[in-house]
């Protein structure tokens, strides 16, 4: 299993970002997917998780109408869009699998919100 997150990088307050995550070594499209964030000296946070056929999804509050998970299973990628950031959106972006029983992450990709 290899997850390989991208598209971070900075970004003013009230501007966009899409996040990508390139998946491999599983039939990506069966599984359950999530973004999580590491915000500077804080804990994990669960941001956001799409079924395998991306029909179904669910969000935190913090991101509840700003940020979109989707997928598209024909390139194996996850995304995630995040509108209106704010600096408190400054994290290290993390994409999931649940896999076997065994949870695998990316290495992330940093997104700093900040004028």
């Known amino acids: 299993v290899q997850l390989v997150e991208s598209g971070g990088g900075l970004v003013q307050p009230g501007g966009s970002l899409r996040l990508s995550c390139a998946a491999s070594g599983f039939t990506f499209s069966i599984y359950d997917m999530s973004w999580v964030r590491q915000a500077p000296g804080k804990g994990l946070e669960w941001l956001s998780e799409i079924n395998g056929g991306g029909g179904i999804t669910r969000y935190a509050d913090s991101v509840k109408g700003r940020f979109t998970i989707s997928r598209d299973n024909a390139k194996n990628t996850l995304y995630l869009q995040m509108n209106s950031l704010k600096p408190e959106d400054t994290a290290v972006y993390y994409c999931?699998?649940?896999?076997?029983?065994?949870?695998?992450w990316g290495k992330g990709t940093l997104v700093t919100v900040s004028s």
């Open positions: 999931k699998v649940r896999f076997n029983g065994v949870d695998y």
